[in-house]
């Protein structure tokens, strides 16, 4: 079995920074695409920003300038760092990781971190 584990939400000003982490722990033999997906109240989940083994990465149009995704891949971890914050941007924040188990690769998510943009 595979954990994911978010940290690093909270409260912050319009303007301000967060930085998310992300910990994959488990049976895993390697992990191919790690992302970080948003959920805004009355709203689905959405594609934040993803970032490959190869350290290529996606971001949605409404991130781009403003986060940065990272990973260690001798860690397992995938972070996000997210500055000139918005309060659009006020959401539940979730990981998600492709992990190779064995001869199967499968998703897995994390239990989510909340992010508030508010004066």
């Known amino acids: 079995q595979v954990q994911l584990v978010e940290s690093g939400g909270g409260l912050v000003q319009p303007g301000g920074s967060l930085r998310l982490s992300c910990r994959a722990s488990g049976s895993i033999f390697s992990i191919n695409t790690m992302g970080w997906y948003r959920q805004a109240p009355r709203k689905g989940r959405e594609l934040v920003a993803t970032?490959?083994?190869?350290?290529?990465?996606n971001y949605a149009d409404a991130v781009k300038g403003r986060f940065t995704i990272s990973r260690d891949n001798a860690k397992n971890t995938v972070a996000l760092e997210m500055n000139s914050l918005k309060s659009d941007d006020t959401a539940a924040y979730y990981c998600?990781?492709?992990?190779?188990?064995?001869?199967?690769?499968?998703?897995?998510w994390g239990q989510g971190t909340q992010v508030t943009v508010s004066s």
């Open positions: 970032i490959r083994s190869d350290s290529s990465t």
């Open positions: 998600k990781a492709i992990v190779v188990t064995g001869a199967l690769s499968r998703q897995y």
